[in-house]
């Protein structure tokens, strides 16, 4: 494929190690980096059109693999394989294949912005946590829930990053750190002078997010709260005004809040919560409950253990 060239293992190609941190910088001259990548699971990237036409980026797999998801093909590498990413015109999925490590090459310094925003990320999961516990495992269900929706609709999906759904996903309530911890651990009906605080939590969620990660992050985590039917907060947009990514993650909250116990609400199971969003077509987007009914259907989608001490 135009843009990617495939390295089949062969002889001369030397292994090296790398650091256990998701991202670790090995060398560095000039503009040449050597990083080395860990990436977990099945998880899938996204490989991206770099903004330098000159740009070159080598993946040397040093454990796991890989699965490329090509026009007309399957492209799978292992250990000891590589690939060259250079003059790319569009975006390309790369399916992990378990646990993967990747040392990367490239002539566009990357580490300096990608080690600046994962310490951005964690920053902002230290607050979430000191605040509340469950607005915490919360916002990783939702996270996990919105990445297995993008995942599964695949063509349905355009215009949409993987990477900008994954921030907004996993921080889309980091605006409740402005509302009272009495508030958000309050069991039974809310007053009304409480609601505004969270009413409010989406916009606050929307400004911190915006200056670290972007307009987008921010108006996707900004509207996890708005329905379709213009019922939603906090403006009251109808559904041509919220984009997918955004009616995506508002499924994902619906759904693990529906199937969590937060001490006033009757928990729900899978297959009931999934067979009532897909109902709601008024509020919900029936692309995205119609893929979580599947999801949860085939097993995809269970119920996992709940560790006692969380």
């Known amino acids: 494929m135009e843009g990617i ?35 977990g699971g099945e998880s899938v990237v996204w490989l991206t059109p770099a903004a330098d036409p000159c740009a070159i980026e080598f993946f040397f797999i040093h454990e796991g693999g ?10 799978a590498l292992g250990p000891g394989e590589s ?29 300096e912005s990608v080690s600046q925003f994962e310490e951005s990320l964690i920053a ?7 605040k509340d516990n469950y607005t915490y495992r919360h916002s990783a269900a939702v996270l996990k829930y919105s990445l297995n929706l993008f995942d599964a609709m695949g063509t349905k999906i355009e215009h949409v990053s993987r990477d900008d759904l994954a921030v907004a996903a ?22 009304p002078s409480e609601l505004r605080y ?9 400004r911190m997010l915006r200056s670290e990660f972007g307009e987008h992050v921010a108006e996707i985590a900004m509207n996890h709260h708005e329905r379709l039917n213009g019922s939603g907060y906090p403006r009251g947009l109808l559904s041509e005004d919220i984009s997918l990514a955004a009616k995506i993650v508002a499924v994902a909250d619906a759904f693990d809040a529906m199937t969590s116990d937060r001490g006033y609400n009757t928990v729900k199971s899978f297959e009931e919560s999934a067979k009532e969003l897909a109902s709601l077509q008024d ?6 409950t119609g893929v979580l009914q599947e999801l949860v259907t085939s097993g995809t989608l269970c119920k996992e253990e709940q560790n006692p001490d969380e």
């Not at 890989?66 to 492209?75: G, K, M, R, S």
């Not at 509020?283 to 995205?288: H, S």
Request: negative net charge; charged residues 25%.
């Open 283 to 288: 509020q919900f987007d029936k692309k995205v």
């Open 124 to 130: 902002l999961l230290v607050r979430i946590n000191e």
């Open 5 to 39: 060239v495939f390295n089949r293992r062969g002889a001369g190609q030397s292994e090296q190690g790398g650091s256990e941190a998701i991202t670790a910088l090995l060398a560095k001259q000039g503009d040449l980096e050597i990083m080395s990548q860990t990436i």
């Open 66 to 75: 890989v699965e490329f998801a090509l026009d007309d093909d399957v492209v």
């Open 170 to 191: 996993l921080f889309h309530d980091v605006g409740k750190c402005f509302v009272p911890v009495e508030i958000l651990q309050k069991v039974g009906k809310l007053e």
């Open 83 to 111: 690939f060259t990413v250079s003059g790319l015109t569009r975006d390309i999925p790369v399916k992990m294949q378990g646990d993967t490590r990747i040392v990367y090459v490239t002539n566009c310094p990357a580490f």
């Open 198 to 206: 969270i009413f409010r939590h989406p916009v606050d969620s929307g």
